[in-house]
């Protein structure tokens, strides 16, 4: 097969059509499996609130990699009790699964034996206690009568065990966010660990010659040393080095005992600075303190206790639980004169106290044999397909299941795929793209059935038709060809310059249908740029991609999104961009802030700790209540925006109303398919997602 071959491994024999796959040198990384496709047009389902009915993909996959357009956030039970994004999986990590004992499906731990992704179509799966679930249609959850796949039908070819409103899933719940591990985190944990099981002390010197002089003492003995290593790092964070040793065992257990210490006066005060009361407990000091006393003091079998004789600490227990929106009670005194706060809520809380409070010592947050039963609001109350494709993550497990954001969840994203293509389940996966080689004859055939009702067909919502892939494999003239000559109108959504090369067809086109273009361009900054979307063409060159289209006669609207608060949104920055979209002749813009989905959040907030560590606290603040930012945030934005808009001629809007996350914004003037040359009137709206 010469340069561009895999070798024997070239056809792919469970995938329908497949005609070979290949490697290409000017697309490192990335591998294409050339099919040939039974149908191109893709009806959006009637339930979708998308103002258009049809798409065509020619790609499944997209080689335009955007940091804030990743899947692959939704949270996972390990098997330590802590919780990781399914992207981050890797083979051989332990999680947990769930195995059916007696009458009870219990939790157990098993092992990742494979990690691979896909791209489908997306849907949200809301629940009623707040969680949401981005998955396939495909996908499995289990409910409380058995299995079922997010979507399906009732007879004929599509018939399968599918999800309604008011299924009752299996599981706990929506995980809470791990504390950020800072300096006020730090001091709270060292106040419970030390104050719970710490030593701390001056004492007279009774050796001869030194009856003036003073020790000092610092010591914390432990059996597990996941904790004692936490609090020797936190203190050296603070400037108090310590010593390990060896220290015995335990006199009620006979496990061995570590230990650490610092006997210098100044190292000492500093550990009694450290542990002192706050005047003002804040939610970062109180998330560490509960982990410490809980690990110096606490106990999990069955309920969350911990135990002290101290009032005081015990009373800054229950003020911390009331902090946190947890419910506690006090016990009644034990015999030897210590208490105990018990943490009310049954597994629910217990889960959701190890993921608030992140308590160091492994054993203690052990949920293996315990049967998955709580009185968590786990009816479904919304599936709702989001009308894009995304990538989807999937494990193999020991168990066949796993913990997905608190419910049980099936090895079913992409399992199909993955067994019958037999691509490889590493990380190169997510760079398979499906080349539909015959997209423009299947569409031609479709469009000319009778039944055709010439109505508006979408690309580049899903994926972007004018990907870099696009220059070598040409799909996109024979489908403007066919829609042009079959009368039905048609827009293009794209951040691909590639859409130059076909101007003359689309001008050609318009004369007989309706033609929208809208290009997305976010910022100016090329820096920035290439970090948030790499791979795709820079700024300067979508203005020109405006430019040239606006001098080919044809409309084009520009989404100027997402924007990110206090990197792109100065008024500045915006009134640079608007005015450079306005000199390239665009017809309209329309302006929208970035929304942090579930199943990009974390992929964002990554980079955004990577990238500028300084803003993460305050996005965690504007986004605290979900995916799109906090409507006063939204509302400032607009404020600013409507006036630039205004000068810079860019503030009309075609009629069709309501993007995600503002419902009064509107569709950019030329995005849409609208009327040809001399008409008057624009025809309903569609969907302008890169996001």
């Not at 996941?226 to 936190?234: G, H, T």
Request: glycine letters at 12%.
């Amino acid at each position: 097969m010469g340069e561009d071959g895999v070798g024997g491994d070239a056809v792919l024999p469970g995938m329908h059509g497949v005609l070979r796959t290949v490697r290409v040198p000017e697309f490192a990384g990335m591998v294409f499996h050339e099919v040939e496709a039974r149908s191109v047009l893709n009806k959006v389902p009637g339930r979708s609130a998308m103002p258009f009915g049809w798409t065509i993909n020619p790609y499944r996959g997209c080689s335009h990699a955007c940091t804030y357009c990743l899947v692959g956030d939704t949270p996972v039970l390990l098997a330590d009790g802590r919780t990781r994004p399914i992207a981050e999986l890797r083979m051989g990590d332990a999680i947990y699964g769930t195995e059916r004992r007696g009458a009870y499906r219990r939790y157990v731990r098993t092992t990742v034996l494979a990690h691979w992704s896909t791209v489908k179509s997306a849907y949200r799966v809301a629940l009623a206690d707040g969680t949401e679930l981005i998955c396939s249609g495909d996908h499995q959850f289990l409910t409380e009568r058995g299995w079922k796949h997010v979507v399906g039908q009732t007879c004929g070819h599509g018939r399968r065990p599918h999800l309604t409103t008011g299924n009752s899933m299996l599981g706990t719940g929506r995980f809470a966010d791990s504390p950020v591990h800072n300096e006020s985190y730090e001091r709270g944990y060292l106040c419970g660990m030390i104050r719970g099981d710490g030593h701390v002390g001056h004492y007279p010197d009774a050796r001869p010659g030194r009856e003036n002089s003073r020790l000092h003492r610092f010591r914390l003995a432990l059996a597990d040393l996941e904790a004692l290593r936490r609090s020797a790092l936190y203190l050296a964070n603070h400037g108090v080095r310590t010593d390990e040793f060896a220290f015995g065992s335990r006199a009620e257990t006979g496990r061995p005992m570590t230990a650490i210490r610092n006997q210098s006066r100044g190292g000492v005060a500093q550990v009694e600075a450290l542990i002192e009361w706050p005047m003002t407990p804040d939610l970062d000091w109180s998330r560490g303190y509960l982990a410490g006393v809980f690990d110096a003091e606490g106990s999990s079998a069955g309920s969350i206790r911990i135990h002290n004789g101290d009032a005081e600490i015990l009373r800054r227990v229950c003020e911390a639980f009331g902090l946190l929106g947890f419910r506690c009670c006090t016990e009644p005194a034990q015999p030897n004169g210590t208490r105990a706060v018990r943490l009310l809520g049954g597994q629910v809380e217990r889960i959701r106290f190890f993921h608030t409070a992140d308590p160091a010592i492994t054993r203690k947050r052990s949920l293996i044999g315990e049967a998955i039963k709580n009185d968590a609001r786990l009816e479904v109350v919304a599936i709702e397909p989001l009308g894009v494709e995304l990538p989807m993550y999937d494990v193999t497990t020991g168990t066949g299941d796993f913990i997905a954001n608190g419910v049980v969840s099936h090895n079913c994203f992409a399992r199909n795929t993955h067994t019958y293509l037999e691509l490889d389940p590493g990380d190169d996966f997510n760079r398979q793209v499906v080349v539909k080689v015959n997209a423009a004859r299947v569409l031609e055939r479709e469009l000319r059935a009778p039944r055709w009702g010439r109505e508006h067909v979408a690309m580049g919502t899903n994926t972007d038709p004018y990907q870099r892939v696009e220059g070598r494999y040409r799909l996109m003239p024979g489908i403007i060809t066919a829609l042009a000559r079959w009368g039905t109108p048609f827009s293009i959504l794209t951040k691909g310059t590639l859409l130059a090369r076909d101007l003359p067809l689309l001008t050609h086109a318009a004369r007989d249908v309706s033609v929208g273009a809208g290009v997305s361009i976010a910022l100016l900054d090329r820096q920035l740029q290439a970090s948030l979307e790499p791979g795709t063409p820079t700024p300067a060159a979508r203005l020109d991609l405006v430019r040239r289209l606006a001098d080919a006669g044809l409309s084009c609207g520009v989404m100027v999104a997402p924007v990110l608060p206090w990197l792109t949104d100065s008024t500045e920055a915006l009134d640079a961009l608007l005015a450079q979209i306005a000199a390239a002749g665009a017809s309209g813009a329309t302006v929208l802030a970035l929304h942090l989905r579930p199943g990009t959040r974390e992929w964002f907030m990554a980079w955004l700790a990577r990238e500028h560590p300084g803003l993460v606290d305050r996005y965690q603040r504007l986004y605290a209540r979900g995916a799109y930012v906090d409507r006063r945030y939204r509302e400032a934005l607009g404020q600013r925006v409507g006036p630039l808009l205004r000068r810079h001629g860019l503030a009309r809007q075609a009629t069709s109303r309501g993007l995600a996350g503002d419902e009064r914004a509107g569709w950019p003037r030329g995005s849409l398919p609208g009327p040809r040359a001399g008409a008057e009137t624009e025809v309903a709206g569609e969907q302008l997602s890169l996001m």
